[in-house]
Structures are given as C-alpha cells and as structure tokens.
C-alpha cells in the first residue's frame, strides 16, 4: 500500500481525481502529445468537478482541504497525462503571487475566477538571457503617473496565450540588482501585451511555452504586489511552494510508468515465463516502485510541512529536496519502464515513451535541478552538527 496520510474526507477527494483521470483523462493522453493542442476539455472537466478550487481558500471561492491534497491531485492526474497534471499545478504558480503579497482588493479581484478555473494563469519570471539567474532580467517598468509601463520579453512561459492572469517580474530599477525588482499582475488584455510564440517541444506537448512581449505595456499601479523592489523575494517565495507542484507532476509520471511496466511485465512471456519473473527485470521493477515510495514520502511531508504552517528556510530546504528527488525519480523510472517493455517501450503505440520524454521537463524548470542541490547545499552550510561530531578525532 503507499504511504497514504490522508483524512476520510481528503481521500474521498483523491478518489474522485483518481476516477476521473482514469475515465476521462487517460483516454486522451495519448491524443493530446500527438496534436499539441491546448486540451480545454481538460480544463472544462476540472471546472465541473470544481479541482481547480483545491488550490484556494474558502474565503475566495476555494475549497480550502490544504496543500497535501492540492499535491496528491496533481500527482493522480500526472499519472496518466503530465499536460493535464500541469494545469493544476500552474494554477498554483500562477497564483501565488496575489496569495502570498497581493492586498485584500487583489485577493478579491483575482482569486475567485481562478479558484473556479473561469480564468487561467501563469507565471512569468524566465527571459531569453536569464533564467537560473533570474536576477540578471533585463524586463522594465516604470512609474508613469498612475500606471506602470513595462518594456521587454519573457522566455519559456507555460499557459502563455491560454492564461487571462500573469504574474510578470520586471525592474523599477536596473541598477539596483535583486533589490530592483518587481512584481506585477499583468491581464492578458492590457495594451502592449503580446504572446509572440509558442515553442514546439520535446514532452509536454499540449501546454503551451510561448514568449510574452511586452511594448510599452500599460498597467493600472495597482496591479503592482506588494512594494517596488519585493518582487525577487516574492518570487523566490512562490517557488518555495510551487515547486512541489512540479515534484507530484514528477512522481505521478513515475508512478504511472512504474504501474503500466509492471502490468506488461507480468503478461509479456520469454524464455517460457513472464518477463516479471526473469531477476534482472524484477529487479528493475523493485527499484522503481522503492524509488517511488521514497519520493512520494518527501512529497507528502512537504504538503503536511504546509499544512502545519511550517515556512521561511525549513520550507525552502524542504521544497528543494523535494522537487530534486521526485524528479530525478521521474526521469530514472521512466528511463527503466521503456526498458522493462524493450522495443515496444520506444514506440508511440505504448505509454512510455511520452511519459520519458514528459518526465525529463521537471528536472529543468521551475529551477533546475542543480539549482535545487545549490539550495539544498546553501541551507546545510549554515546547519549546526558539529556535537555529532563530539569524541570523533
Ligand atoms: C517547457 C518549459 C516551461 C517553462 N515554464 C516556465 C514558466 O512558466 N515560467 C517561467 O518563468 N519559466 C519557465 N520555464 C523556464 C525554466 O524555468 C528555465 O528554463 C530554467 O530555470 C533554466 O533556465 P535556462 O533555460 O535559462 O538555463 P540556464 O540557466 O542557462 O542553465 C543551463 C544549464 O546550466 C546549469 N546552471 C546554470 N547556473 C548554474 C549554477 N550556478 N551552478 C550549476 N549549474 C548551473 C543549469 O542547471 C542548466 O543545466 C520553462 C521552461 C521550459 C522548457
């Protein structure tokens, strides 16, 4: 049985995920890396059954069941399609900002029509020249009576073109290095935005990764969050707590891979017995449901970690260890699933293949995964254990 926390309520809720990822949403994986469209009918059945809501509190129209659950919904939807895994998980990215720094009035302005999923959002911190060092952006804006105008381009962004909400960073002050950042919320409407492109790519392929412009781009100054130079710290702080999101979009690959492989190796026969049977592929087998376990376990600490109120560098640490781990899981599970099933693994006519090439993207954004080692490596420097040290010479 794996690791499962959950309330009888909260597992009522997963079990209505699970039904519906493998009803309606498994049938159309498959369609959907094949065509790269954007799958609104997705969309529509995550509005219907009110999933987009797990990702907000009560107050603004969600369902307010809490971080574990928002992890598991996207864990059980990843299972069997990471595009539609991801919508979820970007709802939380691409609302966190008006979460963590926005005002009252921005909370009510915004939150409701995404808790509904009526609007989607995105997350826009990436330009060509800048994205582990998401410091070194060059994006402007500037004060300009009661609007800021914003200038420049951001690279790689998901939901772009299918977003109405996108939480932008750009400088109020070029000189002033991390200090000089900002964070808007910028409506897909507003004058002077543009989605310029969308890229094709190797996994993933129904989201959308498309480049903003923005040209003398005018928004009200109360879309600004928070004040003037916060917005490298608001976006370190989104990161903190989405990126797990990317670490369940991860284990749910890997889980999926690990499901379908072993019900093949169970009924693929050579040498006179099932595959499952010959020690090589057993042990295969074994390694990746372990693997997955241990992931799934730091994934449900993080979203407990949340729950319980835990924050600040704790949850950085946490957060970073569990994105590395759950997605260097994804891409080494999957990695042996295409070879538990041997040549038919590699064709499009079986799962694996998608689900290798869709684990490989959550070890690249929302930070890479040597960034996550940086972190994780930053905060035991300033830990303290040299008493464990004490008699050792
Ligand atoms: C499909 C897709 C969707 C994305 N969605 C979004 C989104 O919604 N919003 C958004 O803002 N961005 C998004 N991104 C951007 C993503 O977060 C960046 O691509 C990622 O952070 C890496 O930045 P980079 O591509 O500029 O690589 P670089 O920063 O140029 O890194 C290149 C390589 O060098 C390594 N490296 C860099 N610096 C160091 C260092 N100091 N120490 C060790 N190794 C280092 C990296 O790990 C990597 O292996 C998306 C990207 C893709 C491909």
Redesign the pocket.
Known sequence: MPYDPLTDEQREIRDLVRQLARERIAPRAAEIDETHEFPWDVVELFRDHELFGLYFEEEFGGTGTGALLSLVAIEEVSKVCATSGLILA?QE?GSLGVKLAGSQEQKERYLPRLASGEWLC?????ESG????SAAMRSTARRDGDTYVLNGS?R????AGVAQLYTVFAKTDSDAGHAGISAFVVEADAPGFEVARVEP?MG?KGST?GELVFEECRVPAENLLAEEGEGFKIAMQILDRSRPGVAAQGLGIAQGATDYALEYAKTRETMGKPIAQHQLVAAMLADMETKCEAARGLLYKFGQAVDEGVDGLELTKLSAMTKLYCTDVAMEVTTDAVQVLGGYGYIQEYPLERMMRDAK?TQ?????N??QR?VIAREMLKEQRAFLLAGVS
């Open positions: 970007v990215l995105a997350y826009a911190l990436t800048s994205g582990s060092d951001k790689f962004i998901t939901n790519k993933i990764t993207i690249i954004y929302e930070g890479t040597q960034i940086l």
